[in-house]
């Protein structure tokens, strides 16, 4: 099927192609090219005349902004740009904060069919808490560029399988090493809550009741003492090791490299994200993550607004990668997914919008957030949804999510509203470093825009 999309996501002067199901290509003019392997260095810069959308505050309608050493130094109706600073004349531009994608797996899948080398997302067995994606991420992704231009600048990486599958890393989409790129490499643990029911067939996939549901909630339950016991044992590994290191003649603890890794989280010092999308998997985990002691954080949630009470209640937040989707169950309304996000504003629960993919479609971030605006969320909270709202729930608000004096310095400049699909990005810094917009995308135009 041929299809006419706009790409919204490249600098400079773009030539929209009719595609077969396979993408889209974009031409640009005028865009500077980069050196495989080099990471381009931190400057300063003064972004004059443009409109600044904090997002933590008013909107300035003729403003400035000020970037030095890789973090915004200055924000302001008049500000006072540094001796030697770059220039750029933002007149009819808008300035956001770049947006973050907290549901992906981006670096640790790059053709996910038919090159199985190249997919890195689980690893064998159930319990792998020690698996660190922050170790797996390729820097030289195809989809890290693709998606940064865009405008996403963040996302946490997360893997994926078995019940227990590692730890999520935070990310910046630029880098040479997966070092360079790491916010916090160690960001959140990531539990496959087990699942009550299947996928079911039919349109949209509708869900199923299990054929044996005695013999499904059996299976479950024991799933879930697996995961508590890992998780106890982890607890009695802390304490034991806590002991020793304040009484040396103590017996030294075998060191353990699962247990090490549960440490942290077991405590409640960082967060669990847990994998849950029906009803009664949002409810189990959440009363799992109460007995556990844990600190929670519900991804998917297609259900979340069936528990939004309880939610508030508990102040667990929601990372939603469903906005997309169609409906779950037949008797759904079509727009139950896409207005879910109001629905949970309106309760006051804690949420951001995701697109939940891999690599490939994370780009399509700020469709998803016009897709909640259109369904009833305001455009304050959706533009927040996946940039405030999303640091916020990472932890990492001091540093991301909004323009404000002291944060890095991860900005998108654009010719229109940041969640238009028309709109181009115009310029982008990721810590403070001016990066070129070019990707596998405009390589391929390049390539082949000449052929006859």
């Not at 508030?312 to 939603?320: D, F, G, R």
Request: hydrophobic share 40%; net charge neutral.
């Amino acid at each position: 099927m041929s299809i006419i999309r706009p790409l919204r996501t490249l600098a400079g002067i773009y030539v929209v192609t009719i595609c077969c199901g396979v993408g889209v290509i974009a031409q640009q003019i005028g865009n500077p090219t980069t050196q495989q392997g080099v990471l381009p260095p931190r400057g300063t810069f003064v972004i004059r005349n443009a409109k600044i959308v904090t997002v933590s505050g008013s909107d300035i309608e003729n403003g400035s902004v000020v970037i030095r050493d890789g973090k915004i130094e200055a924000v302001g109706a008049t500000v006072n740009a540094p001796a030697g600073a770059q220039v750029i004349d933002g007149r009819g531009l808008s300035v956001y904060p770049g947006m973050i994608d907290a549901g992906t797996s981006m670096g640790l899948v790059e053709v996910p069919q038919g090159a199985n080398g190249t997919v890195d997302t689980a690893e064998v067995g159930e319990l792998n808490p020690n698996a660190k994606a922050i170790i797996a991420i390729n820097p030289y992704s195809a989809h890290i560029a693709v998606t940064r231009v865009d405008g996403v600048t963040n996302t946490l990486s997360a893997p994926t399988g078995g019940l227990i599958s590692g730890q999520a890393a935070f990310i910046n989409l630029l880098g040479t090493t997966p070092k360079e790129m790491a916010v916090v490499p160690y960001a959140a643990l990531v539990i496959n809550y087990p699942r009550i029911g299947g996928g079911g067939g039919g349109f949209g996939g509708f869900q199923q009741a299990p054929a044996n549901l005695t013999e499904t909630l059996a299976a479950n339950e024991r799933q879930l003492e697996q995961i508590r016991k890992v998780l106890r044992d982890a607890e009695s590994y802390g304490r034991a090791r806590d002991a020793y290191e304040k009484d040396k003649s103590l017996p030294r603890p075998d060191r353990s490299v699962i247990f090490e890794s549960l440490r942290p989280y077991v405590r409640g010092e960082q967060p669990v994200i847990f994998r849950a999308d029906r009803e009664v998997e949002i409810r189990g985990a959440i009363k799992f993550a109460d007995e556990m002691k844990l600190k929670p954080i519900i991804m998917g949630g297609n259900d979340a607004w069936k528990v939004a009470s309880l939610l508030k209640e508990k102040n667990i937040p929601v990372i939603l990668t469903g906005v997309f989707e169609l409906p779950g169950r037949e008797d759904d309304p079509y727009d139950v997914l896409y207005e879910q996000p109001a629905k949970l504003q309106e309760a006051g629960v804690r949420f951001c919008i995701s697109t939940g993919e891999a690599g490939p479609e994370v780009r399509n971030l700020p469709l998803y957030a016009g897709m909640a605006a259109a369904f009833g969320l305001s455009k304050a909270d959706a533009l927040k949804s996946v940039t405030l709202y999303a640091a916020q729930i990472m932890n990492v608000a001091d540093r991301l999510g909004s323009i404000e004096p002291g944060k890095m310095a991860n900005l998108v400049i654009t010719d229109g509203d940041l969640l238009e699909a028309r709109t181009h990005i115009r310029r982008l810094f990721i810590d403070g470093r001016d990066v070129p917009l070019v990707s596998r995308h405009t390589e391929l135009n390049d390539a082949f825009k000449n052929r006859k």
